[in-house]
């Protein structure tokens, strides 16, 4: 699933690229991507519609109209293509073409992928709205701090990793990254978030702002199929530390694998030591 470093490429990308356009026409061949209104009634509120920027809010794109907002979740699998030359394939579900013949096309193999249009240009509101309303602040918002965390922190037992996945506290984190994050926090994925201390809870911001500052310079992370915009993809996985390897970049021990929040987990048992009242996941 894209995640926030490979959401922010995919929208300094499109903002380059199709800023400023105006959409002629909306075909749309697979209506149940669209959330809160029919195909029909999408297409016809955006046709003579101009784009005039492109934003994020955790994994959600932002499209800017000069009378609409939407919003786009692009889920496991969603991507944008700029290619208006090949035919359209049996995975591209939403096309939006423009004016000067050029198109943008939705490709989605799982079909998991989300559209929300809003007739409105009240950033705001749309932020207050479903399904934005509920997402956690930015990483790199000033307001995260360990006193926010602290909030949450009181009212939950669960695992560190199972707490910064959670997209109601922090927007944008996912499995890569959080333990990229708990490593180089040296912190084990399965210590009770309640347990860690001020200092614990510092460097974890520090260390998410770290990774993902440098993921979004690599544009992304490509594992497996993630790629930006056509042929554009990732290229963070070359500098993952711990997950997917197999050997701890710091101590040479092998790199563990476990199960935390039904997500495949990656940590140095060496260097990511769990407190002795915890007990495995």
Not at 106 to 117: A, N, P, Q, S, V
Not at 139 to 163: G, M
């Amino acid at each position: 699933m894209p995640e926030l470093p490979e959401v922010e490429t995919v929208r300094a990308i499109l903002k380059k690229r199709i800023v400023g356009k105006t959409i002629k026409d909306i075909i749309v061949q697979y209506g149940k991507i669209i959330k809160n209104q029919s195909p029909e009634e999408f297409a016809a509120n955006l046709r003579g519609a101009r784009l005039t920027d492109i934003s994020r809010h955790g994994k959600y794109l932002i499209f800017i109209f000069d009378k609409a907002i939407l919003v786009s979740h692009l889920r496991m699998e969603g991507k944008y293509l700029l290619s208006a030359a090949n035919p359209y394939s049996k995975h591209e579900h939403v096309v939006f073409v423009f004016t000067d013949g050029s198109e943008l096309r939705y490709h989605d193999t799982r079909k998991f992928g989300t559209m929300h249009l809003f007739m409105t240009t009240d950033l705001a509101a749309v932020l207050a709205s479903k399904p934005l309303a509920k997402v956690g602040l930015e990483p790199f918002d000033e307001h995260l701090t360990p006193e926010y965390l602290s909030q949450w922190v009181t009212k939950s037992n669960r695992p560190v990793k199972s707490f910064l996945l959670d997209q109601t506290i922090i927007g944008g984190l996912g499995n890569i990254y959080v333990d990229e994050v708990l490593f180089l926090s040296r912190i084990h994925p399965a210590a009770r978030v309640a347990d860690l201390d001020k200092t614990s809870l510092e460097k974890l911001i520090e260390n998410t702002r770290v990774v993902l500052t440098k993921a979004i310079a690599y544009g992304g992370t490509t594992v497996k199929s993630f790629l930006a915009t056509d042929e554009v993809s990732g290229r963070f996985q070359n500098y993952l530390l711990v997950h997917t390897r197999t050997e701890c970049p710091s101590c040479h021990h092998p790199v563990s694998k476990i199960r935390i929040a039904g997500r495949g987990t990656y940590y140095c048992e060496y260097c990511q030591k769990l407190p002795e009242d915890a007990g495995q996941p």
